[in-house]
């Protein structure tokens, strides 16, 4: 007999698309991308290195940073095969189980991104609130730990969801919505019950996302109460301004990811041009802004930057 995810004796292809209304071999449009992954490793990359080579930033702070630069390159280049497939080479399919693997990425580097951003949240909070306990508190066993429990937790609570859509029969249209594959994109090519799917994977986004964000929110509750309780107004703008790269990073992750729920459940109306801009935006902008922000917000690795570009143009120049 023969099983639900085939047709005939072939097996289950899914066509990704790339943007609506634009041809599939679009070069203007490849470029560009290209350009953009090029930046994203270059940015993580170069901020992995230096925070790995200046002992100075061997503090919790930027080891959670180097955790948030891993993030970000493990979710880039899980869109990174079949974005440039589609743009460069026009190869629009995908067999089932590579899609079921993407997905898996996908969605277990975005639940360690987001644990990541609370722990750096929770770093801010002992720095601003308890400044005096903060070396006690954050010692360099309580980072491996969080660090372990966060991508432990990316990759259990994800597990299932990919278990789960394996099982499932694809008996309607193969073609996604975007040019990777994303579970609710998956879910509703389904033509079984996919009830114990959605619970899942809305329980899954609670479990993870959803707490998170309610973490992050408290932290900076706190956090703001703490800065306005300084009496001096230089010592306030000091510290808030060591909190404006980690809140930049929240808002670049949350809104995009935010927006793209909101279409999904109430945008059905809204052009498919829509949804694929924000989901792109989701996957694409994170890992590309987070190491500008960082790199120019904060001055260790700003000041490491500007003297490794100076030492090569003086040896370029000898």
């Known amino acids: 007999m023969s099983s639900p995810n085939r047709t005939g004796s072939s097996p289950l292809t899914f066509i990704l698309i790339g943007i609506p209304s634009l041809p599939m ?71 089932f189980e590579a899609c079921i693997v993407q997905m898996y990425f996908i969605h277990s580097f975005s639940a360690i991104e987001s644990g990541v951003l609370v722990a750096m949240a929770f770093d801010r909070f002992v720095a601003i609130c308890y400044p005096l306990r903060y070396a006690s508190v954050l010692t360099s066993s309580l980072v491996m730990k969080a660090g372990g429990t966060i991508f432990m937790r990316g990759i259990c609570v994800v597990l299932p969801v990919a278990i789960l859509i394996k099982k499932m029969p694809f008996c309607r249209s193969h073609v996604l919505s975007h040019s990777f594959c994303l579970h609710q994109d998956m879910l509703r090519l389904v033509c079984g019950d996919v009830r114990v799917n959605s619970l899942y994977g809305l329980t899954a986004v609670i479990l993870t996302k959803g707490l998170d964000s309610l973490t992050i929110l408290l932290s900076y509750m706190m956090i703001i ?75 260790q690795i700003h000041r490491r930057i500007l003297i490794l570009l100076c030492r090569r143009g003086t040896q370029q120049r000898v």
Not at 64 to 91: N, R, V
Not at 236 to 256: G, N, Q
């Open 225 to 299: 109460r703490a800065i306005l309780n300084i009496i001096s107004q230089e010592a306030r703008a000091k510290a808030f301004s060591t909190c404006v790269s980690h809140l930049c990073a929240v808002l670049i992750f949350y809104i995009p990811l935010i927006g793209l729920s909101i279409i999904h459940r109430f945008g059905k109306h809204l052009p498919p041009l829509a949804h694929t801009l924000l989901a792109d935006a989701y996957l694409l902008v994170p890992p590309v802004l987070n190491p500008l922000v960082y790199s120019w917000k904060t001055k």
């Open 25 to 95: 071999s679009s070069y203007w449009m490849a470029l560009p991308l290209c350009c953009l992954y090029l930046l994203m490793l270059l940015g993580n990359c170069t901020l992995l290195w230096v925070i790995k080579t200046d002992h100075s930033l061997h503090t919790p702070m930027y080891y959670f940073l180097s955790m948030l630069a891993m993030a970000d390159l493990g979710l880039s280049l899980s869109t990174l095969p079949t974005m440039l497939a589609i743009f460069w080479f026009e190869s629009t399919s995908l067999r």
